[in-house]
C-alpha cells in the first residue's frame, strides 16, 4: 500500500514562499508515475499545481507556473512544493498524490492545510 | 473556471438513480485520455471510486458506473444510499494544455 505523507509549516505570511514537502512510503518514487501536488481553498474544488517525475521533469500548472517550482529527491525517496510570493488566496488544504497522464491519482496524502497571514 | 464542467449539485432519493455529467473538449476528454472519477467527503482526501472508463476501485460497489461519449463522460449511481453522500469530481489529462484537469464538483445529496 503507498503511503504519501505531507508536511510543513501550517502558516505562511503573505508575500513568503510556502515550502511543503511529500514523504513517500512502500513504494519506490524511481519505479515510475508522475507525483502531483494538488490544492483545495476553503469550500472550493480540486487544483492541480503541478507533477514531477523521478527524473526531474515537471508540468505545472498555467496559472501557477510563475510561482511554482517542484523538486524530487530520490535519496530520501520525497517530492517538495515551492510557491512563491503567497497570497490570501493560496490558502487552502494542500494534498500530494501518485498520477499519470492517461491514469488517475491513486494514492494521495492526507492533506496539509496552510493558512496565508495577512 | 475549471476546465471540465460539472453541474453544481445533484439530489435523488434513496432507491433513486443520479447521473453526474462532466464536459470537456477535443483535448482532454476527448481524446485517448479518459475522465476518471474520485468521492470526497468534508474533511477528507478524495478518494478514487472508478478510473479508465470504467474500473471500479476495490469495494466500490457496482452500484457505481461511469461512461463516456465524445467530449463529456457521466457518473451513474443506482439505488442510491444515503452514505452515498458527498462532492464527486471528474478528472482527465488535457493534451494541450499539458495538464491534469478537474471538474468543479458535484456536491450529491440524497433526500
Known amino acids: 500500500q503507498v503511503q504519501l505523507q505531507e508536511s510543513g509549516p501550517g502558516l505562511v505570511k503573505a508575500s513568503e514562499t510556502l515550502f511543503l514537502t511529500c514523504l513517500v512510503s512502500?513504494?519506490?518514487?524511481?519505479?515510475?508515475?508522475?507525483w502531483a501536488w494538488i490544492r483545495q481553498p476553503p469550500g472550493k474544488g480540486l487544483e492541480w499545481i503541478g507533477s514531477?517525475?523521478?527524473?526531474?521533469?515537471?508540468y505545472y500548472s498555467p496559472a501557477l507556473k510563475s510561482r511554482v517550482t517542484i523538486s524530487v529527491d530520490t535519496s530520501k525517496n520525497q517530492f517538495s512544493l515551492r510557491l512563491t510570493s503567497v497570497i490570501a488566496a493560496d490558502s487552502a488544504v494542500y494534498y500530494c498524490?501518485?498520477?499519470?497522464?492517461?491514469?488517475?491519482?491513486?494514492?494521495w496524502g492526507q492533506g496539509s492545510q496552510v493558512t496565508v497571514s495577512t | 473556471q475549471s476546465v471540465l464542467t460539472q453541474p453544481p449539485s445533484v439530489s435523488g432519493a434513496p432507491g433513486q438513480r443520479v447521473l453526474i455529467s462532466c464536459t470537456g473538449s477535443?483535448?482532454?476528454?476527448?481524446?485517448?485520455?479518459?475522465a476518471h472519477w474520485y468521492k470526497q467527503i468534508p474533511g477528507a482526501a478524495p478518494k478514487l471510486i472508478i478510473y479508465?472508463?470504467?474500473d471500479r476501485s476495490l469495494g466500490v460497489p457496482d452500484r457505481f458506473s461511469a461512461s463516456k461519449s465524445g467530449t463529456s463522460a457521466s457518473l451513474a449511481i443506482t439505488g442510491l444510499q444515503p452514505e452515498d453522500e458527498g462532492d464527486y469530481y471528474c478528472?482527465?489529462?488535457?493534451?494541450?494544455?499539458?495538464?491534469?484537469?478537474f471538474g468543479g464538483g458535484t456536491r450529491l445529496t440524497v433526500l
Open positions: 512502500d513504494y519506490s518514487i524511481t519505479s515510475g508515475y508522475y
Open positions: 498524490a501518485r498520477g499519470q497522464q492517461w491514469l488517475p491519482f491513486d494514492y
Open positions: 477535443y483535448s482532454n476528454i476527448g481524446t485517448v485520455n479518459d
Open positions: 514531477i517525475y523521478h527524473t526531474g521533469r515537471t
Open positions: 478528472q482527465s489529462y488535457d493534451t494541450t494544455l499539458n495538464a491534469w484537469v
Open positions: 479508465t472508463k470504467r
